[in-house]
């Protein structure tokens, strides 16, 4: 299969097609997983990890195995990128070896860089800006759910991190309503939010702010939302934070405020008890694991279609 991107960086650069095709990939890879086994065969995944984490770890070590290939964990104390050797350098020594780079990093110019100077498949596996693969995940999970996305209104309540971020650069590509509530001082990249209700106005759908969040989920298919205090902020802040926030939690009176079939969405770790209570998060609505099992099918997707050119 021809795909027409050599990295996977932002979704906002990425048509409505090349989306489709990875989601219609992702539950075609999770429904026959034999079929794939050996597409991968003989490549190799080098994983670069400036933060730890859970999820993207397994699911792209299992999911790189899975098509037959092999994934190295590459922690920032384990290359020399952890000892001042530059990103451009990095990149071209890796690509020597690898057929494919993930990389979760702070700083999303570290994927850009990489992006540059590799000449093989870079996939941002998050960055302080952007998380194009959880993105693919949820809407992966909502496609599997609700049996289409156009139409459908997501609602974000919380920080407006990264993950809001690319929820909005892939929605308003499906033809999804967007709407996100936070306070005042914690509102998305204005630019991302600029560009991406551009796109949301040719493909008739809108990207919308609320301060109010019972009004955001008023009508919402989806509430979404996601720790308050992420991996590279100052631990100093979260008193601060908590307070700022703590109108903000997803419990039972918000969920209340939306449909009865409200689905709850999250990309995990959760912090029980502060971003969304345990009643939430244990509902018949709340479909929070077979989201995190999705990271597993929407990046094989992502491997099969950039490294298997």
Request: net charge negative; charged share 20%; glycine share 8%.
């Amino acid at each position: 299969m021809t795909f027409p991107h050599k990295h996977l960086v932002s979704l906002a650069d990425y048509s409505t097609a090349d989306i489709q095709t990875v989601l219609d990939l992702g539950l075609e890879v999770k429904k026959n997983p034999a079929k794939y086994r050996t597409a991968l065969a003989g490549k190799t995944l080098g994983m670069v990890f400036e933060k730890s984490s859970t999820r993207t770890r397994v699911s792209f070590e299992v999911g790189i195995y899975q098509l037959g290939g092999l994934g190295l964990f590459l922690s920032k104390n384990d290359i020399q990128i952890g000892r001042g050797e530059s990103i451009p350098d990095t990149a071209r020594v890796l690509s020597r070896f690898l057929d494919g780079i993930m990389a979760r990093t702070f700083a999303h110019k570290t994927i850009t860089d990489l992006a540059e100077y590799a000449t093989v498949p870079i996939i941002n596996g998050l960055s302080d800006l952007l998380h194009p693969c959880q993105a693919l995940a949820d809407y992966q999970t909502l496609l599997e759910h609700k049996g289409g996305l156009k139409g459908l209104t997501l609602t974000y309540v919380g920080d407006g991190n990264n993950v809001l971020h690319s929820l909005v650069n892939c929605g308003v590509k499906l033809g999804v309503n967007v709407h996100y509530a936070t306070p005042q001082g914690y509102d998305p990249n204005p630019l991302i939010i600029s560009e991406a209700q551009k796109v949301a106005a040719q493909n008739g759908c809108q990207v919308v702010a609320f301060r109010d969040p019972h009004q955001a989920v008023k009508n919402a298919d989806a509430i979404y939302t996601d720790v308050w205090l992420s991996m590279g902020d100052d631990p100093a802040t979260k008193g601060q934070r908590l307070k700022d926030l703590a109108d903000y939690q997803v419990n039972e009176a918000l969920m209340a405020s939306a449909k009865t079939d409200t689905l709850f969405l999250h990309c995990l770790p959760a912090h029980r008890g502060e971003e969304v209570t345990d009643a939430v998060c244990d509902s018949k609505n709340s479909v929070i694991f077979d989201e995190a099992e999705n990271r597993l099918h929407a990046q094989k997707a992502v491997m099969l279609l950039l490294m298997g050119q």
